[in-house]
C-alpha cells in the first residue's frame, strides 16, 4: 500500500488496496464515484454551516429555495415541492410545520382544489434564503477558486452534466 504522497489521496489508497488484492480490476469508475461521493459530502457539511447563522439546515434551504426560484408569487403546491426536492409527501410535511412555525413560508387552501394547499414563501423567508443562498454558493466557489482555473471549472462542469446526462 502507498502512503500519502502529494497527489495520492485516500481514494487512491483504496484503489491501491485492490489493486494489490484483484490486480484485474479496473478501479478507475470506484475512483471517480468515490471522490464524487467524498466531495459532495464534504461539500455539504460546509454549505450547511453556511447556512446555520440563517436558523436552517440543508433540507430547510431546499424547501425555501425552491420556493424562491418558482418566481412570485413564490407558491407551490407540497406535491410540487416534494417532486423536485424528491422527498416524500410525510417528509415534506415536517418541513413545512418547521418553516411555517419560523414564519418563513404560509400554507392556505388552494383556491382552485378544495383539497389542496398552496405553500407561499414569506417576505421574511425571501429575504433570509437570499442571504443564505449567497453564503452557500460563497462555500462553494471558494473551493473551486482553491483547487480549480477558470476553464477547469468550465471543463469539469461540462464533463459531470454529460456524466449525469447518462446515469439519470
Same mark, same amino acid.
Given at each position: /500500500?502507498?502512503? $500519502?504522497?502529494?497527489? $495520492?489521496?485516500?481514494?487512491?489508497?483504496?484503489a491501491d488496496q485492490?489493486?494489490?488484492?484483484?490486480?484485474?480490476?479496473?478501479?478507475?469508475?470506484?475512483?471517480?464515484?468515490? #471522490?464524487?461521493?467524498?466531495?459532495?459530502?464534504?461539500?455539504?457539511?460546509?454549505? @450547511?454551516?453556511a447556512y446555520a447563522?440563517?436558523?436552517?439546515?440543508?433540507?430547510?434551504?431546499?424547501?425555501?429555495?425552491?420556493?424562491?426560484?418558482?418566481?412570485?408569487?413564490? %407558491?407551490?403546491?407540497?406535491?410540487?415541492?416534494?417532486?423536485?426536492?424528491?422527498?416524500?409527501?410525510?417528509? /415534506?410535511?415536517?418541513?413545512?410545520?418547521?418553516?411555517?412555525?419560523?414564519?418563513?413560508?404560509?400554507?392556505?387552501?388552494?383556491?382552485? @382544489?378544495? #383539497?389542496?394547499?398552496?405553500?407561499?414563501?414569506? !417576505?421574511?423567508? #425571501?429575504?433570509?434564503?437570499?442571504?443564505?443562498? !449567497?453564503?452557500?454558493?460563497?462555500?462553494?466557489?471558494?473551493?473551486?477558486?482553491?483547487?480549480?482555473? !477558470?476553464? !477547469? #471549472?468550465?471543463?469539469? %462542469?461540462?464533463?459531470?452534466?454529460?456524466?449525469?446526462?447518462? %446515469?439519470?
Amino acid at each position: /500500500m502507498k502512503t $500519502h504522497t502529494p497527489g $495520492h489521496d485516500a481514494v487512491d489508497a483504496i484503489a491501491d488496496q485492490w489493486a494489490a488484492v484483484r490486480p484485474d480490476l479496473d478501479t478507475v469508475p470506484m475512483a471517480v464515484f468515490g #471522490r464524487i461521493y467524498r466531495l459532495s459530502d464534504a461539500m455539504r457539511g460546509k454549505v @450547511d454551516k453556511a447556512y446555520a447563522p440563517y436558523g436552517m439546515a440543508l433540507g430547510e434551504f431546499d424547501v425555501l429555495a425552491t420556493l424562491r426560484r418558482s418566481g412570485a408569487p413564490y %407558491t407551490l403546491s407540497p406535491r410540487q415541492l416534494s417532486a423536485t426536492l424528491m422527498i416524500t409527501t410525510g417528509g /415534506m410535511t415536517g418541513r413545512l410545520d418547521k418553516l411555517e412555525k419560523a414564519g418563513l413560508l404560509t400554507r392556505s387552501p388552494d383556491p382552485n @382544489d378544495r #383539497r389542496g394547499l398552496r405553500v407561499t414563501l414569506s !417576505e421574511r423567508g #425571501r429575504e433570509l434564503v437570499d442571504q443564505a443562498v !449567497e453564503a452557500g454558493l460563497a462555500e462553494q466557489r471558494a473551493a473551486l477558486e482553491a483547487a480549480l482555473t !477558470e476553464e !477547469e #471549472r468550465d471543463q469539469l %462542469t461540462g464533463l459531470l452534466r454529460k456524466l449525469l446526462a447518462t %446515469t439519470v
